[in-house]
T-cell receptor, first 109, second 114 residues
Framework: GENVEQHPSTLSVQEGDSAVIKCTYS??????FPWYKQELGKGPQLIID?????GEKKDQRIAVTLNKTAKHFSLHITETQPEDSAVYFC????????FGTGTRLTIIP | EAGVAQSPRYKIIEKRQSVAFWCNPI?????LYWYQQILGQGPKLLIQ????????DSQLPKDRFSAERLKGVDSTLKIQPAKLEDSAVYLC????????????FGPGTRLTVT
């Protein structure tokens, strides 16, 4: 089955700086890669996704890149704000979603 | 639009007891998922329903876990008997259809087995 690894497990950045979270996957059949944000006491919420026929996608301060050859994808958050503090999960989908282990992002004011 | 509803939000039981969780998906969503999220890990799919039929239950421990979605709307997940390792957050999600349709998650039920 699919295996998704995510790094780092924790990340602290100064407000206004950029944050980068990286994931690798094992199943070359995976073709959909969503990113979720989970705040304390809430369920995960989709923030951006990318499909295998696209190398990069951007939505305001959030961007995702995908390298299918290397089987890795990354989340980039620019101009970070305190409300970006949360746990972020990457996921890969062939027939079902397989999640990474999460990154706890802390924005330091 | 109302989101995915789950109850209870918290539950504490002793090992070997039984417990049930309830989920009401977003109206009109045909696909419903139950995930288990152990502390410090990502969610893991337990079972996926399309309307009232099971699409994938390959990771559901069927000796103790069961789930149903009888009328194709709300769903119940049951654990009987519970083990210590079942302590986790149980998340319900729904989507318009399966595949790459966006999944909307409920707030989860935090289960503690003592």
């Amino acid at each position: 089955g699919e295996n998704v690894e995510q790094h780092p497990s924790t990340l602290s950045v100064q407000e206004g700086d950029s944050a980068v979270i990286k994931c690798t996957y094992s199943d070359s059949a995976s073709n959909y890669f969503p990113w979720y944000k989970q705040e304390l006491g809430k369920g995960p919420q989709l923030i951006i996704d990318i499909r295998s026929n696209v190398g990069e996608k951007k939505d305001q301060r959030i961007a995702v890149t995908l390298n299918k050859t290397a089987k890795h994808f990354s989340l980039h958050i620019t101009e970070t704000q305190p409300e970006d503090s949360a746990v972020y999960f990457c996921a890969a989908m062939d027939e079902k979603l397989t999640f990474g282990t999460g990154t706890r992002l802390t924005i330091i004011p | 639009e109302a989101g995915v509803a789950q109850s209870p939000r918290y539950k504490i039981i002793e090992k070997r007891q039984s417990v049930a969780f309830w989920c009401n998906p977003i109206s009109g969503h045909a696909t419903l998922y139950w995930y288990q999220q152990i502390l410090g890990q990502g969610p893991k799919l337990l079972i996926q329903f399309q309307n009232n039929g099971v699409v994938d239950d390959s990771q559901l421990p069927k000796d103790r876990f069961s789930a149903e979605r009888l009328k194709g709307v709300d769903s119940t997940l049951k654990i009987q008997p519970a083990k210590l390792e079942d302590s986790a957050v149980y998340l319900c999600a729904s989507s318009l259809g399966g595949g790459k349709n966006e999944q909307y998650f409920g707030p989860g039920t935090r289960l503690t087995v003592t």
